[in-house]
Each structure stands twice: as structure tokens, then as C-alpha cells.
């Protein structure tokens, strides 16, 4: 009888923990997802919890419980402004929530394979006057904790720093909301203007799906205390991105940019995972293919 390695994947009900739940449980794990609160689907092929990793009792006794063999650590305070407007909750979700995670780890199966999620926002401590957000401190932060806890404690732990993803699911990147604006005007619904901050703004976008396989990569093949971009190495304009969604959509509509600035350019470096014989396979045209047939599809009376 094959025994099924458990692992444990929090931020399960996020847009990457959905797709990372599937991609786990259909690759023969035994996936637990957790989320803080219990919004997991009720239709799904893995086991669902409800914690909040900032009590750090409950975290304890969630790991007693389920005792992982690889843990997926996806759970975090992801959006930018809202560490504006609360930077404490954000330190605390993204650095505490980590901390007590991995101590509950060290103290429960320190063999345990974990991947913690860093940011391609994290800024260098060196320069903190380059600190661009509190969103950066904090991930830089949980990032340091991770490191910290593989160094002093030999845990088997591994950072990995995705780029922008995309793809099918709920999203609050501006590749999901742009396509949902769009669907919106497909069914005439309010006015015809996507509004964009910046056009020549350029991000490395990544289709989640091809970044959870990067994951699978890493716990297989990574060295333990590093770190591995995610990431294509190329770079879209959202000038080039709304072209593209133009090709799978009749929709008519202008643009309304607020601002140009040519140097906001964000790539990433996936050199260390392609050495790994990681390589995006998804395309951009058929990630934001996907993005719009899946806002579509959440309203029947889309034609």
C-alpha cells in the first residue's frame, strides 16, 4: 500500500492556493488547505482546515494534527495599499504568521520541506531608503525570518519569489482586472474607458499554473536556505498586455492612463529554477485567454 505524502498548503483558498491544492492532489499528495477563514469550496478533492497563523496555539495544534511532510506556505498580506493603511497587520500576518509556523514546524517534524514565499517587491536591507512600502518591509522581513530559521536551525527551507502571476481564478492583479473590466463591456455594463495608472509600466508576468509546477521543482530539486525566482526574464508593457486582450475580445473601448514613466520596469531572474530544468510553458496569449473565459463564465448570461 502506497502511503501519500501529507502537505500542507496555507493560503489555500487564495487565487495560487487553488491552483496549487489541484495541481498537489492530482500529482499524489494528500493536501490539507488552510485559510483563516472557511471559504475552501466544499467541491474539492482535499481536505479543508480553518486557523489563523497568528495564534500561534491553534498553529501548534493544527501541525500536531496533521504532521506534514512538505508544506506550502502561500498564506500572506499580498496587496501593497492595504499595508498603508494597517503596515502593523501586515508585518504581523506576514512575518509573525511565518515565524510561528516554521517554530511549530521546528518542534513538530523539523525534517519538513518548506517552500516560503518572498516577493519580487522585497527591497534591500542595506538601502532602507529605498524601502518603497510597508508591503516590502514585511516580506522582506518573513523572508529573513525563513533564512534565519534554516541557518540557525537546519530546517529544510526554501524561498521562492514568483513574479506577477496570471491566470485563470480570482485575482486582484491588474491582468484580472483588466479582463473583468472588459467582460464588462462585452455585456454593456458601465462605460467603455480601462482605466490603466501607467501604460509603459512593464511587469514579468508568469501563469500561476506554470508557477506551482516551479514549486513542485523546488521541493524535488532545491538547495535548502535559497532563493529562486519565478519568472519568464521577459518583460509586457500594460500598453502591450491590453493589445493582447484586444485580440479575444469584440469590445470596444479607450484607455485612460494617468501617467508615463519608462523606467517602472520590474523582470525577474529564473536562471537558478531553469537550472533546475524548470521552464514557463503557458503562453501570455493563452494565460489572458483563459482570464477572460473564466470572468465570462462566472455570469450565465454572458453571449
Known sequence: MNIKPKMLITGGSGFTGMHACRYFH???FEVTAVSRKNSCSKDVDWYTEQCDLLERKDVNRLLR?????YVLHLAAQNHVGKSWADPVLSVESNVLGTLYLLEALRQINPACKIIVL???LQFNPNNISELPHPYSLSKSLQVLVAQAWE???GMNIVIAK???L???GYSNGVCSVFAQKIVEMERKIGNNVLEVSNLNARRDFLDVRDAVRGYHFLFNYANAGEIYEIATGNTLSLEEVINKFKLYS???FTISSK????EDIVRGCPDKIIKLGWQPLISYDESLSCILNFYRKLNEDYI
Open 151 to 153: 541557518t540557525l536551525f
Open 118 to 120: 518572498g516577493s519580487a
Open 259 to 262: 501617467e508615463v514613466c519608462e
Open 65 to 69: 494534527k496533521l504532521c506534514p511532510d
Open 26 to 28: 492530482n500529482a499524489g
Open 166 to 168: 496570471i491566470g485563470p
Open 250 to 252: 469584440n469590445a470596444e
Open 162 to 164: 514568483p513574479s506577477n
